[in-house]
């Protein structure tokens, strides 16, 4: 019986798999690390890009060296990789900024915590060792953070700067100056309120980056219909979601017989006049211009012409939200009672031309702080790279106006708090001590990697950047211009505080979620039945 009891029980379906203890550890700790490492090279102002080739007929290609972009394309099947993409993602949505940071920091933890499991550390030792550690490294940036709210040419100075450094691991990087401008000037028109939706980027190709430009006002990249005024001022809108073809009988599978074709001009003409009552049910309004998110056939479109009305059909529906939020109008979709309807309303409508394309302008919005950025370039995937990085740039814009302390970047910021981790370390006993030693040691590779990628030499640079830390230059970080040590303050490069804390605090959770882990089950995969009953 005793050697009955001794064989090996499943408790798992056939087919299910099941990874225990060390190969569990090692499996995850495999798995963040190589996303770690497949992102690390485009980390920093000399960071290389990736192309993405997606799957498919038509396959798409994405030239990219944004972090959350990158991961959120690949299909990754470990688990404690997905773990990676998720927090870069929520990095992405949350800040908007530091998507490549977060991932690189948790895989570099997760690096030094598998050396100190070799060593026979416990992995609960380990975490309470971070957490200390964490909690150290947040009250130190938070004292090195100043905030400048108070001074408007320092505060506008900052931003300008936050821009800048935003968009230096950019495409627009070699632009910067004209593009930090440029949102800086977007986000101080939402007057604090941080809606970025009221921000409308269009992409035209053509031109160069630098052509591209910020206009006051919403551009809607659709025509005018035919014979109908191209040019109105003091403008009431209707938005509209609503069939404005011919409603047929849209019961499936319903005939209409008649015995002669006079018949079925009577059924015409009935559709005609049901198409006209609704057009004067619209024209009830007091409008002088009607858009709408699906098709407007020819004979409304006359009518529409012959009342003087500008229509406009086809609206996307991203394009029909903004621009209900920015003409302070709503999207109808009955109109039988005018009274309830709130219309839409800009002092000038009018066309304009860009590159080769006609363009419908809507200046004087009721909502004063929208305004659109027109892109212009080459090639249709630097248009769509420079469109993320100025969201990148728009998004920590917008929360540095609800938070507006700063840190400074260039790898100061994680120095600083590699620092105060080590000071913890030394004056902390036991094991402890040698997890709060490796969190800084992972901070520390942060600046050691944007060294590298701009192919200067690591090892040098970190040491003279530490040995200033120790002489309490606390402002000093990497200058990836000249490959030397520099003053931050000086050069003005400065980063967003929310964005710093962001990296630090999801990096070392997601980090010590992934370290908890001792056991991998995969549920047996389901069976594939053959279908004996096609429809």
């Not at 290389?48 to 959350?68: F, Y």
């Not at 939020?325 to 039988?336: A, C, N, Q």
């Not at 090639?379 to 814009?397: F, K, W, Y």
């Not at 800084?440 to 690591?458: C, E, F, H, Q, V």
Request: glycine letters at 8%.
């Amino acid at each position: 019986m005793a050697s009955l009891s001794m064989a090996p029980v499943s408790i798992f379906k056939h087919g299910a798999d099941e990874e225990k203890a060390e190969t569990a550890r090692l499996s995850s700790f495999i798995g963040a690390i190589a996303i770690g490492d497949l992102v690390k090279s485009t980390l920093g102002p000399k960071g290389m890009d990736k192309i993405l080739i997606g799957g498919g007929k038509g396959s798409t290609v994405t030239v990219t060296n944004d972090g959350a972009t990158i991961l959120k394309a690949i299909g990754v099947d470990n688990p404690a990789a997905k773990v990676l993409v998720d927090m870069s993602k929520v990095q992405d949505d949350e800040v908007g900024d530091g998507t490549t940071s977060v991932t690189v920091l948790a895989a570099e933890l997760l690096r030094e915590a598998e050396l100190l499991i070799a060593k026979k550390i416990h992995p609960q030792t380990i975490i309470s060792g971070w957490r200390k550690a964490t909690q150290t490294a947040r009250e130190a940036l938070r004292e090195a953070a100043v905030n400048h709210s108070n001074d408007q040419a320092r505060f506008q100075e900052d931003l300008l700067n936050i821009a800048r450094t935003t968009l230096s691991s950019k495409l627009l990087t070699h632009h910067k100056d004209h593009f930090a401008k440029l949102a800086v000037d977007a986000v101080m028109r939402l007057k604090g309120s941080g809606n970025l939706e009221a921000i409308h980027v269009i992409k035209k190709l053509g031109g160069s980056l630098t052509d591209s430009y910020l206009d006051e006002g919403f551009l809607l990249d659709k025509k005018i219909g035919v014979n109908q005024p191209k040019r109105l001022e003091n403008v009431n809108i209707l938005i509209a979601n609503t069939g404005m073809d011919t409603d047929k009988i849209k019961i499936f599978g319903s005939r209409v017989r008649v015995d002669s074709t006079a018949k079925v001009a009577e059924i015409e003409l009935a559709e005609k006049e049901k198409m006209k009552e609704k057009v004067e049910r619209i024209l009830k309004h007091g409008i002088n211009c009607f858009i709408n998110r699906q098709l407007i056939y020819n004979y409304p479109e006359q009518l529409f012409a012959q009342a003087g009305v500008m229509a406009i059909e086809h609206a996307d529906f991203v394009g029909v939200e903004r621009l209900a939020l920015v003409t302070g109008g709503e999207i109808t979709s009955t109109f039988d009672h005018p009274e309830l309807v709130k219309l839409g309303h800009c002092k000038l409508i009018e066309e304009v031309m860009i590159g080769e394309d006609t363009l419908i302008h809507f200046s004087g919005v009721a909502m004063g702080e929208a305004c659109t950025v027109v892109l212009r370039g080459a090639t249709q995937q630097i248009l769509d790279e420079a469109e993320r990085s100025l969201h990148d740039a728009l998004c920590v814009l917008a929360q540095t106006v609800k938070e507006p302390r700063t840190v400074y970047g260039g790898g100061c910021s994680e120095m600083l708090m590699a620092k105060v981790v080590t000071d913890l370390a030394n004056r902390t006993p036991g094991k402890e001590a040698v997890a709060m030693e490796s969190f800084a040691k992972a901070l520390r590779m942060l600046p050691t990697i944007i060294a590298d990628n701009a192919g200067y030499d690591s090892a040098d640079l970190v040491a003279q950047l530490r040995a200033a830390h120790q002489e309490n230059k606390t402002t000093f970080g990497l200058d990836m211009s000249e490959g030397t040590v520099g003053n931050m303050a000086e050069l003005g490069i400065t980063e967003s505080f929310q964005v710093k804390r962001q990296v630090l605090l999801s990096a070392s959770e997601a980090a010590e979620m992934i370290l908890r882990v001792d056991n991998i089950i995969k549920a047996a995969p389901r069976k594939r039945v053959p279908d004996h009953h096609p429809c």
